[in-house]
């Protein structure tokens, strides 16, 4: 059996594929929503997955823009923080909701999901950051309670996975008024939102 065994020439064709796939985006997406929007279809193998990613409110140029400043990266899994491969700008720090001490304490005592205990215990470092909740609708909840207390990211990548609560909290983030990269619907995950920060990270540091 033959096969392709370089991975060098395994992503530049499938690559290569993606952009013949999304060639009719191309006039209306901005060339990094593109970037985005292939690396989303790289991850999911699934280029019906376009009907549904949305780009709110200039939502890369506050990423980037955040990232050069400084801001930190918020992950509401270690799943997510994990697939963060790309070099992050100088002094920029990858925080893990559910890992921050003292969370697992505080959820159990509120009786709440590790995810929004930790968002909201991040609510000193929240402003002008970078959210990205992959796994958990509780967490996009937890930055949207936030948003509302007046506390904002300057960037909320919300892809979190499941049939309870995920299509609701991407639709409520849509409505919020942030910045935003939005995968709809049940779809989504870890791997989705950390490849959206990839392409930040790399628009960051590029000259």
């Not at 009907?51 to 506050?62: G, S, Y």
């Not at 990211?153 to 991407?170: D, M, N, Q, R, S």
């Not at 995950?189 to 490849?195: F, K």
């Amino acid at each position: 059996m033959k096969f392709l065994v370089d991975p060098e020439v395994i992503q530049a064709r499938s690559m290569a594929i993606i952009e013949g796939l999304l060639r009719p985006w191309k006039g209306v997406l901005t060339p990094e929503e593109f970037l985005v929007a292939q690396r989303v279809v790289h991850t999911t193998g699934d280029p019906g997955c376009m009907r549904d990613l949305v780009f709110r409110h200039e939502p890369l140029k506050a990423g980037i823009g955040a990232l050069r400043r400084g801001a930190p990266v918020i992950c509401d899994v270690k799943m997510v923080a994990a697939g963060v491969r790309a070099r992050l700008p100088e002094g920029v720090a990858l925080r893990v909701a559910v890992e921050e001490p003292g969370t697992a304490e505080e959820a159990a005592r509120q009786k709440v999901t590790r995810a929004l205990a930790g968002v909201r215990g991040l609510r000193e470092v929240l402003p002008g950051s970078i959210v990205a909740v992959g796994n958990a609708p509780t967490a996009l909840f937890g930055v949207l309670e936030l948003r509302a207390a007046g506390i904002c990211p300057a960037l909320v990548i919300g892809t979190p996975v499941g049939f309870v609560g995920a299509a609701e909290a991407k639709e409520a983030l849509l409505a919020a008024g942030l910045p935003a990269v939005v995968l709809r619907g049940t779809r989504g995950g870890s791997a989705v939102a950390a490849a959206v920060v990839n392409v930040l990270a790399a628009l960051a540091v590029a000259e």
